[in-house]
């Protein structure tokens, strides 16, 4: 275990990952501190889903250290003990349940968050509506709740998966291509709901789209080939020349 890891939420150092001799992932580094939004961007085949894969146990580094909460080595965990542990991820695909209604959708995530027998010794059916209240205020879908997901538009799906993801109340959320599809209102609605988000969690968002990520108004971090190409505010990562060469000049 590294020292270096103490205090920090997510610790990546050299990270890296072959398939088929190709290095998807090459000496990687990079560390979240608790509390803190990250944007990871980079261009197509950049590493980004892998790197996620890998935090969520669902791919298996050939090396490095990957350190949740200062001391937990992600490596020897599944994708199972990793989601218990506190991280959560939200895919690019929308996966909610289209003939269940918003808050079913929600109440469900809830009971699959608190497990078999603390549902079974769980009363405080108060507890929980007051939980469901306050995810549906975060994520704009109060005005929605008996709704059927399947009449929900494309962004307001996104927003009710991301409120199931915070039904698990996860330290961390990791969050992929979140506006992808979306329209422009639902785009910058969303950049403010993910600020929102952050000032109770951790998160790591993924996204092409640069006048959302110029939204988040967070730290940046550029992946190219693998590794960390630059790292900084947008402002800054934008005007490395490796960047504009290796993505924004494309
Ligand atoms: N399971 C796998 N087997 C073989 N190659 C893989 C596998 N997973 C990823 N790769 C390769 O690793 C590289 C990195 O892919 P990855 O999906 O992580 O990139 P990305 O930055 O997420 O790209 P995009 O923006 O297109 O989603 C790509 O060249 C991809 O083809």
Redesign the pocket.
């Known amino acids: 275990m590294t020292k270096a890891a103490s205090g920090s939420l997510l610790y990546l150092d050299g990270v890296s990952v072959a398939?088929?001799g190709?290095k998807?992932i090459n000496n990687l580094s990079l560390v979240l501190e608790p509390g803190e939004m990250r944007a990871i961007i980079?261009?197509?085949?950049?590493?980004?889903?892998?790197?996620m894969?890998i935090v969520t146990g669902k791919?298996r580094p050939d090396s490095g250290d990957v350190i949740f909460d200062g001391e937990i080595d992600l490596t020897r965990h599944d994708e199972t003990d990793i989601a218990e542990l506190g991280i959560g991820r939200k895919f690019q695909k929308p996966t909610v349940f289209e003939s269940h209604t918003v808050e079913d959708n929600l109440e469900l995530a809830l009971d699959r968050s608190r497990g078999v027998m603390a549902t079974l010794f769980y009363s405080s059916a108060r507890e929980d509506r007051d939980e469901i209240d306050r995810i549906l205020d975060v994520t704009r879908l109060t005005a929605r709740r008996h709704e059927y997901a399947a009449n929900l538009s494309h962004g307001q799906k996104q927003w009710l998966e991301i409120g199931m993801l915070l039904a698990q109340n996860p330290k961390l959320l990791l969050v992929d291509e979140p506006v992808a599809g979306m329209t422009d209102a639902e785009t910058e609605e969303t950049a403010r709901l993910l600020r929102e988000i952050a000032e109770n969690h951790s998160v790591v968002v993924?996204e092409?789209d640069m006048g959302f990520v110029r939204d988040l108004d967070v730290k940046v971090t550029v992946?190219a080939e693998?590794s960390v190409l630059a790292e900084g505010s947008l402002d800054h990562v934008s005007a490395h020349p490796k960047v504009i060469e290796n993505y924004l000049g494309r």
């Open positions: 398939f088929d190709f998807a980079g261009p197509n085949g950049a590493g980004k889903t892998t790197m894969d791919t993924v092409h992946l693998g």
